[in-house]
């Protein structure tokens, strides 16, 4: 009899503190909000180097390849140009150059809005623009290391 006692008690004591617990449950919802924003980051800028220029050769030198890396947020559009003189110096000759959107130099790399024409960012991975550069056969300048400096633009 004690045992059927301490039993029925133990389911009492269980039964009242779920009763209890359901009469103060409220509930109420939680709001979650993100702004997510149409954007474009350079990642990364390869470099175009020409290497050896030869001013005797009747061939323009196509050596110089370089690219910018960057993302974008999905389906936004954008445009990549590239500012700046395209020519490079020793600090007293200069070398003159063009820049190109593709490996066969057929479409010259824009220098302002709008830049090259791109379908809108498939999605927020990298993407890759190659930039191709020439440098004009039989420039006459003298012997040295020539350098230079553009700007590439993602503008979104």
């Known amino acids: 009899m004690k045992k059927i006692l301490i039993t029925f008690v133990a389911a009492a004591v269980v039964l009242t503190a779920a009763h209890a617990m359901a009469q103060t449950t409220d509930t109420s919802p939680?709001?979650?909000?993100?702004?997510?924003?149409?954007q474009c980051n350079i990642q990364s800028v390869t470099d175009l180097d020409f290497a050896d220029y030869d001013v005797t050769s009747a061939t323009p030198d196509d050596d110089g390849v370089g690219d910018v890396t960057f993302a974008c947020t999905r389906a936004t559009n954008y445009d990549v140009y590239i500012t700046g003189l395209r020519e490079i110096t020793d600090g007293t000759d200069t070398l003159t150059y063009e820049l190109y959107a593709d490996a066969g130099r057929t479409t010259v790399f824009p220098n302002a809005m709008p830049g090259v024409v791109s379908p809108p960012a498939?999605?927020?991975g990298p993407i890759v623009q190659g930039i191709w550069g020439r440098i004009g056969a039989l420039q006459d300048v003298q012997a040295g290391t020539y350098t230079g400096s553009v700007t590439v633009t993602i503008e979104y």
């Open 30 to 38: 939680l709001n979650v909000q993100a702004v997510v924003n149409a």
């Open 122 to 124: 498939p999605d927020n």
